[in-house]
């Protein structure tokens, strides 16, 4: 018998950690951002975007992920984010990294997608008004830890 209550009071205690990891979820938001490099800057943009994501790092404990990819050819960056929250995305956007480096990307770089996955913020949305943002509602799937 109390060895089937220890099982039970585990069950338990893995469903409410379960639950709670659930209802973060559906605060979390994910950002697909794609830039087409300016002919002859691929350089100066890696090296920027690496300044941009060591600064994230350091500033933002909200972000939860930061990663940026090249492709093969180097015209081209895809930017996955990962924050916690709307609170967490609008800390990124009126950040340090944004004040400060952003501008320089812009200027050997374009936006050319930004697409926003899961339940922003009305504020976070009027926030990214002018990047012409697409939002995304979650409808199905998992991701494993």
Known sequence: MASST????????KL???IGCAAMDQDTLHW???????EGKQSEFEKLAKEMS?????????TRKYEWFLSENGNKCLVIETYDSSDSGLVHV????????????LKVAKITR????????????DELADD?????????GFSRQ
């Open 6 to 13: 220890g099982f039970h009071d585990k069950l338990i205690s």
């Open 114 to 125: 930004f697409e926003i996955c899961g339940k922003p913020s009305k504020e976070l949305v």
């Open 94 to 105: 009126r950040g340090e990294a944004i004040d400060k480096i952003f501008p320089e990307i």
């Open 16 to 18: 409410k950690i379960s």
């Open 32 to 38: 697909i951002i794609e830039l087409r490099i300016n």
């Open 54 to 62: 060591d600064m994230v790092r350091r500033s933002e404990p909200g």
């Open 132 to 140: 012409n943002v697409g939002v995304y509602r979650f409808i199905a």
